[in-house]
């Protein structure tokens, strides 16, 4: 069957008449709107500027004075006539790019390609699992991540994987805060650990750090996963606490590892390993002297294209 194609049409406008254009092309019959909005965009970074340390230039620019609402319809006579209705009475600039159907979810897996991590470990996306052996020596870590969380490819996730290749132990317990996809904590299982616990803020990773253990034969008797807020459940923390752990890893913003460090003690082994990483290297100082306030000793670090990785005992 031939792909089919679509038009993503791009409605220009004000931040001050944005929301009467989208309200005009819901009552001409347009459903599915994404809105656009300068001002939006940076409120919601600043509301949530805790996850991160810092935004991308490209991306900044790209969203600077934008106000457009975008909807979609096919790439055809029909969609093209539907575009006319929709657009009736709507007197405002817009573009229209093409899509093809495969754009919507699987062309951007070409950027993702098995890749080799540390001295044992072998990144290979889902979709090349049947396809790719894995060299030897090295122990595959498959993956497939969605559109929401790493790959691996990052490079503050490739410093806290070669930690996590160094300070993994045969049968030792690892808890994962922040897990996104599952990527270090299921490494650590790939590499020996006897069981891990990974928890994210975000309730989406639950799903998706579980499919990634089934894709790597690791069940729920090894594996347990929660979504929460360790920096504001006393009840999540507590029980986390329960059972200590050889290795705890956070691949997360210095402005969360900074207070985390006022807790991990509490989740670790006597002389085990916190590996904390996705600390901007201007940061790098103010997370040395928290882990060392709160009685962790440093033991590693590690940089690479302006991130640091950094290990405590």
Request: aromatic residues 8%.
């Amino acid at each position: 069957m031939e792909d089919l194609k679509w038009l993503e049409v791009a409605v220009e406008t004000t931040a001050a008449d944005l929301e009467n254009v989208a309200a005009r092309l819901t009552m001409n019959g347009v459903n599915g709107l994404v809105l656009e909005e300068e001002g939006e965009f940076l409120r919601f970074l600043e509301e949530n500027r805790q996850y991160w340390d810092y935004v991308d230039d490209e991306l900044l620019e790209r969203m600077k004075g934008v106000s457009r609402v975008k909807f979609y319809v096919t790439d055809d006579a029909d969609g093209r006539a539907q575009l006319e209705q929709w657009m009736r009475g709507i007197d405002l600039p817009y573009t229209t790019a093409v899509l093809g159907e495969n754009d919507w979810a699987h062309s951007w897996q070409k950027y993702y390609k098995p890749m080799e991590i540390g001295k044992r470990l072998y990144i290979v996306p889902e979709w090349e699992k049947d396809t790719t052996p894995v060299p030897e020596g090295r122990t595959a870590l498959y993956l497939n991540p969605g559109l929401t969380f790493g790959t691996g490819s990052h490079a503050s996730t490739q410093l806290c994987l070669a930690g996590v290749e160094e300070h993994t132990t045969p049968g030792c317990r690892v808890l994962d805060l922040g897990c996104g996809s599952g990527i270090l904590s299921i490494a650590a299982l790939r590499l020996g650990a006897a069981e891990a616990v990974a928890v994210d803020i975000d309730p989406k990773a639950v799903g998706v750090a579980y499919e990634n253990a089934a894709m790597n034969d690791i069940g729920k008797d090894r594996y347990r996963v929660l979504a929460g807020d360790v920096l504001s459940d006393r009840k999540l923390v507590d029980e986390l606490a329960e059972k200590p752990y050889e290795l705890v890893l956070a691949n997360i913003v210095a402005d969360v590892i900074i207070p985390l460090s006022r807790e991990v003690r509490r989740f670790l082994t006597p002389g085990g390993v916190f590996l904390c990483s996705g600390i901007i290297d201007t940061r790098a100082e103010e997370v040395v002297a928290a882990l060392q306030r709160n009685g962790l000793t440093l033991i590693g670090r590690w940089e690479r294209k302006g991130w640091v990785a950094l290990a405590a005992r």
